[in-house]
């Protein structure tokens, strides 16, 4: 992603966007699996070379997704990542705080599939904040600009399925591991069962819920094989 030529468009783009004072706080949404946090990196090292060398910072909204135990207590443990499993309201409050001071933004761990205290930061005067994840299209109106990352869904639901297996794998020897609980299936069972699981929960929430922000966009990237941006399209602001 880093060598995509088409990231310098992205990035003059929002050059252009960027407000005179402030935190200029950039929204990055999209499917699940389109790769976001590949995606914000790779823009964070684009941004941080403009000629005024500004300093900028990533988040996520995963850290303001609810804990397990308050999702399994409400009955929404397969709905994570479904609207109703975001703290919205502690999403904007902490995005209000940024602009003001340090905030300090929860985190959100990938191998244990839960909120994780240890893995909170504070952020302090960035020039710039790439907030990247689900949610956003709930309420964009805390960032400056919204950047949806779009694709086909057969590709997509392809992303999603390698990503899986890659975990799968990983937790081969980390019993701590979310998905050690299927180290007992093997790769084909495994892959099936990522299917399952995109076509029953990240499929619906991405037709009924993440395409939203798709026409409340600033800025429409669209990739393709090997998540090369394969288009680039302004669609307000």
Not at 94 to 100: F, I
Request: proline share 7%.
């Amino acid at each position: 992603m880093a060598s995509d030529p088409r990231l310098a468009e992205v990035g003059a783009r929002l050059r252009e966007r960027r407000p005179a004072f402030g935190p200029f706080l950039v929204g990055l949404t999209g499917s699940v699996a389109s790769g976001k946090s590949t995606f914000a990196e790779a823009l964070r090292a684009e941004i941080a070379a403009w000629p005024e060398a500004p300093t900028v910072e990533l988040a996520c909204t995963d850290g303001f997704l609810r804990p397990n135990a308050e999702l399994d207590a409400a009955g929404l443990t397969n709905r994570k990542g479904f609207p109703e499993s975001y703290d919205v309201d502690g999403l904007r409050a902490t995005l209000a705080a940024v602009r003001q001071g340090p905030a300090t933004f929860p985190a959100y761990s990938h191998v244990t599939y839960d909120i994780d205290p240890a893995l909170a930061r504070e952020i302090a005067g960035p020039d710039v904040l790439i907030v990247e994840g689900l949610s956003l299209q709930l309420d964009p109106s805390p960032v400056d600009t919204l950047i949806y990352l779009d694709a086909d869904e057969a590709l997509l639901e392809t992303w999603f399925a390698d990503r899986f297996m890659g975990l799968w794998e990983g937790a081969e020897h980390d019993p701590a591991s979310f998905y050690a609980r299927f180290r007992h299936m093997d790769a084909d069972g495994a892959r099936a069962f990522a299917g399952m699981v995109w076509n029953a929960i990240n499929l619906p929430n991405l037709r009924d819920h993440i395409s939203t922000a798709r026409d409340i966009a600033d800025l429409v990237v669209t990739k393709g094989p090997g998540h090369a941006i394969t288009a680039i399209e302004a669609r307000r602001g």
